[in-house]
């Protein structure tokens, strides 16, 4: 924490648990460029884990240090040190399929963790603001019709969903009895060229890069009739930026209100270089999940009628995705995609239905 020093009066600070992920390293780009000084959380691990913000430390306004969710101490010390104004919390164990394996783990980082940032906050620094990531995995098997909202049931149908339920709950209890400023993104599927690379839309488009470039024959996914509501996590940092300076704490649903099935995307994908995903995609029963959720799509009426609007829609983002992973391959994505998916030389055909758990 070496910048204390050069902090200008009324600059804002913001804390970002998570930083090395996708949505961290967008939001710590773009709090900087609107003036924050801003300091990120990292996990020790045995490898390099910081290659979406290693660019990021040349900014004198940023700076990250090591700690650990399920190591409250590190994060309170922190805390403690660097005296945020504003604390987002975006750190998770985000990989829902993984949460059925590991689901202590995932509760611990994904509910206590928040829960003893919001401790710390009430004991030691109660006009820090509180920015917890959600998501519509707490929607789950829910009965209420979409497009889901609010005030929509909540029904989650894994640990990754029932942690971030928890977290929910949490958070609205330290508001309404502590009256803290906790508050709270639901945030549903985005994506982007920085997307871990085992969901299901990076899955696609490296699949298709290491194909295009003979380094792969077949595409292996699980359940591709479920539907979900894609955005890009460059819109969504703005959104939850957004969020964190309304007036009032509270919940917000941050979405499209466009819902594609992985199918969908697939044929997309594939079409857009002019193949046929038929011959490359193998259904392969070891990515289906204990229990499923079938159908996600957001209604973000209460962040719209703030201002907030997507740029990308779903083509867009996994349009770009592709480009990335091309060009990552040491090729030339204009080799490939030379032309709208409905010119494709070779149109996609159906794929075969898939049976359902
Ligand atoms: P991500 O790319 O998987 O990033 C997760 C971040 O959390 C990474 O920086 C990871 O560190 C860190 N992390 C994981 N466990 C940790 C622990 N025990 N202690 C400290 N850090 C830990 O996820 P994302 O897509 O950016 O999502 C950000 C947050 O939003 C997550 O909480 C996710 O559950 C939630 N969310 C995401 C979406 C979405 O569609 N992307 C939608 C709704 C909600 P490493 O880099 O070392 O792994
Ligand atoms: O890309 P996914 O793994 O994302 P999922 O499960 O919807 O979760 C993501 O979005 C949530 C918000 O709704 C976040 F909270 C969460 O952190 C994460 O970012 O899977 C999307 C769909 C699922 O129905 C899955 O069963 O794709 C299906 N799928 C089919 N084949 C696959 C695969 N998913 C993965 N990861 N890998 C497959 O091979």
């Known amino acids: 924490m070496n910048f204390m020093e050069t902090q200008q009066p009324q600059q804002k600070r913001a804390l970002i648990t998570g930083v090395t992920g996708q949505d961290g390293s967008y939001l710590a780009e773009f709090l900087l460029e609107q003036g924050y000084k801003v300091m990120g959380i990292i996990r020790r691990a045995s490898y390099f884990n910081t290659k979406r913000i290693d660019h990021l430390y040349v900014n004198p306004d940023f700076d990250a240090v090591y700690g650990d969710m399920t190591d409250h101490t590190s994060v309170a010390n922190v805390i403690e040190k660097f005296k945020p104004d504003e604390i987002y919390n975006l750190a998770g164990m985000s990989q829902v399929g993984v949460s059925f394996e590991v689901p202590v783990y995932t509760m611990e980082t994904n509910a206590l963790g928040?829960?003893?940032?919001?401790?710390?906050?009430?004991?030691?620094?109660?006009?820090?603001?509180?920015?917890?990531?959600?998501?519509?995995e707490i929607f789950g098997a829910t009965g209420s019709q979409p497009p889901f909202n609010e005030h929509s049931e909540m029904k989650p149908q894994s640990p990754y969903g029932v942690s971030k339920l928890a977290a929910f709950h949490l958070v609205r209890n330290y508001r309404e009895g502590y009256g803290l400023f906790a508050t709270t993104?639901?945030?549903?599927?985005?994506?982007?060229p920085r997307r871990g690379e085992t969901f299901v839309t990076r899955k696609i488009t490296r699949g298709i890069?290491?194909?295009?470039?003979?380094?792969?024959?077949?595409?292996?996914?699980?359940?591709?009739?479920?539907?979900?509501?894609?955005?890009?996590?460059?819109?969504y940092v703005k959104a939850i930026h957004s969020i964190m300076q309304q007036p009032q704490a509270g919940e917000y649903v941050v979405a499209t209100g466009d819902a594609h099935s992985v199918r969908e995307a697939l044929e997309y994908c594939f079409g857009l270089v002019g193949l046929d995903c038929q011959k490359y995609v193998v259904i392969d029963k070891k990515y289906f999940r204990p229990n499923e959720v079938p159908y996600l799509e957001g209604d973000a009426s209460k962040i719209r009628a703030l201002g907030w609007r997507p740029e990308y829609d779903w083509k867009m983002t996994l349009k770009e995705m592709l480009e990335h992973d091309i060009k990552s391959g040491g090729e030339e994505p204009s080799k490939y995609i030379n032309f709208?998916?409905?010119?494709?030389?070779?149109?996609?055909?159906?794929?075969?239905?898939v049976p359902t758990q």
């Open 340 to 353: 709208p998916v409905t010119e494709s030389a070779e149109k996609p055909t159906e794929l075969a239905s």
């Open 209 to 235: 890069a290491a194909i295009l470039r003979g380094a792969a024959t077949e595409l292996r996914l699980g359940n591709i009739e479920a539907v979900r509501d894609w955005g890009h996590s460059k819109d």
């Open 185 to 192: 993104g639901i945030l549903f599927n985005h994506e982007s």
């Open 114 to 136: 928040p829960l003893n940032i919001l401790e710390y906050i009430k004991q030691h620094a109660p006009q820090t603001k509180f920015y917890q990531a959600s998501s519509s």
